[in-house]
């Protein structure tokens, strides 16, 4: 340990100029800092969100849903862009009162059905659909055991880890060795289980593993953080082969682009509202304002 402690005051007081990516949306207070409304598309589904791993769980739950043919899952993504503060907005905010997203709303309902938080949309949208989340007892149990998993663990891997290793504005031995020993134990964790089973909750594909690949298959697949030689996660080969058979799903491959706004532009679609946008509206095939590159004859 070096000189450099930090002794707390009595009473914390917020430093809004406290540094670090993502400090300038970090606040100690909820509520909405300003008014604007959401937009409403056509689709009885209705999904404001960014394609970071949360968010990404849902769009690849969505085209799942449609693979196997479900008409009412149809959707618009609205981008949500946070380090512009959109999710304090008014409209938002009356979705998700935790200014978070993935928030949905389920406008095939009247009144419509707000649903954030998502672990809480993974599983509206499986019972919702019955599809995803095995209906006998003990199976299901086991899939919300893992899902649950998710919920308590990724707050370590991505606050506590991917905070202090990647966006902090200065690295500290302590915080990065207390979190990296932690994201190693839950690689285990996971490791052990696919060793036994084809996929997280067993040998069905549920919504288990939609929840826990947008994080530790990214992780991986080092597509998180950039960090995978430091955590040395080729040792866990039993989630690298899980963590890439799941890669290979077309609707996961769909899902991942959905509110993407970085990267190969060809794998950003900013918004989707309809399954064409896939062919036509990603951002290698439509202008800086917005308007398609494609000609007519």
């Keep these: 340990m070096t000189d450099n402690t ?6 914390w007081k917020w430093d809004t100029e406290n540094g670090g990516a993502f400090a300038s949306i970090n606040r100690p207070v909820a509520g909405p800092t300003h008014d604007k409304s959401l937009p409403v598309g056509r689709h009885p589904l209705q999904l404001y969100s960014l394609a970071t791993p949360n968010g990404v769980k849902v769009t690849i739950m969505l085209e799942e849903l449609l693979a196997l043919g479900h008409e009412g899952a149809e959707y618009d993504a609205h981008l949500i862009r946070i380090t512009e503060g959109d999710q304090f907005g008014s409209g938002f905010v009356e979705v998700n009162p935790n200014s978070k997203i993935p928030a949905l709303m389920d406008r095939s309902a009247n009144p419509p059905i707000r649903v954030f938080e998502s672990g809480s949309i993974l599983l509206y949208l499986a019972e919702k659909f019955g599809a ?4 006998a007892p003990a199976q299901r149990t086991e899939c919300l055991n893992w899902l649950f998993w998710q919920m308590g663990s990724a707050p370590y891997l991505g606050g506590g880890f991917g905070h ?14 207390r979190f990296t020993m932690e994201v190693k134990r839950q690689l285990d964790v996971l490791d052990r289980q696919l060793a036994e089973h084809r996929y997280v909750a067993g040998e069905e594909y549920t919504i288990a593993d939609m929840a826990i690949w947008p994080w530790y298959g990214a992780l991986v697949r080092n597509a998180l953080y950039d960090a995978g030689e430091f955590l040395d996660v080729q040792s866990y080969k039993h989630v690298v082969r899980w963590a890439e058979e799941i890669a290979q799903r077309p609707a996961v491959q769909r899902g991942r682009m959905v509110n993407r706004t970085w990267g190969e532009p060809a794998e950003q679609l900013h918004e989707r509202h309809d399954a064409s946008d896939f062919d036509r509206r990603t951002q290698d095939k439509i202008g800086p304002d917005g308007d398609s590159r494609e000609t007519t004859d």
Excluded: G, H, M
């Design 6 to 11: 930090y002794t707390p005051p009595r009473v």
């Design 132 to 135: 995803f989340l095995p209906q």
């Design 164 to 177: 202090f290793y990647a966006y902090a504005p200065e690295k500290y031995e302590y915080p990065i060795n």
